[in-house]
């Protein structure tokens, strides 16, 4: 069911702490943490708590949780000092497009240029 936790979820299992995360920040509805395989020299992962399939299912279904993702994003990109520089949120949606846990989550990346277009 759309919003409960998952236990098949890599993404559940680290919000509810049951699998460890380099954890950076937590509000009431999401959880930031540094990705195991950065493509960046920033590159965090921000979670809602609530678990949705991807951004679209997430935004239709909670649009005030998708604003909190979103601005716990820029809050990752001024704790990380990337802010000034320049950072890039993604959100990959679907297989073809790099998705590989089936959890809405933002990527955060900064800390380096960033081409265009992306890919």
Known sequence: MAGEPQADCLFCKIVAGDVPADIVRESATTVAFRDINPQAPTHVLVVPRAHYRDAASLAAAEPHIMADLLCEAAAVAVDEKVD??????????????????????????GGRGMEWPPG
Not at 84 to 109: D, I, K, M, P
Request: proline content about 0%; glycine content about 16%; overall charge neutral.
């Open 84 to 109: 000034e520089t320049g950072y890039r949120v993604v959100f990959n949606t679907g297989s073809g497009a790099g998705q590989t846990v089936w959890h809405t989550h933002a990527h955060v990346l």
